[in-house]
């Protein structure tokens, strides 16, 4: 029953970091114009990193998933 928990475990943190990489996966809105404005760019910088944070975040998570698995081996 023990391996059950880690199971399950396991599988909910790696499900939770696939979720949060398949937020980063959405793209920046087109600019409406031919050249974007300094407010727009600043948005797009703000977005990339916040895509980088949570792609760490994603990993870390996932890793932590798996690590209940590699617990049941032993």
Do not use: C, H, S
């Not at 696939?18 to 114009?33: G, I, N, Q, V």
């Not at 974007?36 to 980088?52: G, I, S, W």
């Amino acid at each position: 029953m023990r391996n059950l928990a880690y199971y399950g475990l396991g599988i909910g943190f790696v499900l939770m970091g696939a979720a949060l990489f398949a937020l980063t996966l959405r793209k920046p809105e087109a600019p409406k114009t031919a050249t974007p404005t300094k407010t727009q760019l600043r948005e797009q910088a703000a977005l990339a990193e916040e895509n980088r944070k949570l792609r760490l975040a994603a990993a870390g998570i996932a890793g932590f998933g798996a690590l209940f698995f590699a617990l049941t081996l032993f």
